[in-house]
């Protein structure tokens, strides 16, 4: 074994891709992956932040900001998920008002 660290995911695919990345405290940004490293900070091109909810935290909005280039601290990266073939479906645990 050697002494490099390596990441247990593998970025490289989606380099100059969009991908979504959900940071610790809730906040939510879109982008082209540029360049990670070992320690997941991530480089986003042409980034977006989702604004939340100002009454509910846990929930974004549709309204977004551009932010530009960016670079997400690894330590505060949850989720990395690309943006091509995914689409938002609507939660199927959700009861109807009525029930």
Do not use: H, W
Request: aromatic residues 6%.
């Amino acid at each position: 074994m050697s002494g490099r660290k390596e990441t247990v995911l593998d970025l490289a695919k989606f380099v100059d891709k969009g991908v979504q990345v959900k940071l610790t405290g809730g906040r939510q940004v879109a982008g082209t992956l540029k360049g990670y490293d070992q320690l997941l900070n991530l480089v986003l091109d042409e980034a977006t932040e989702f604004l939340r909810d100002p009454e509910d935290p846990l929930k974004t909005t549709d309204q977004f900001r551009r932010l530009g280039l960016i670079v997400c601290r690894g330590t505060a990266v949850m989720l990395v998920s690309p943006t091509d073939g995914t689409e938002e479906i609507e939660n199927p645990f959700v009861q109807p008002d009525g029930a």
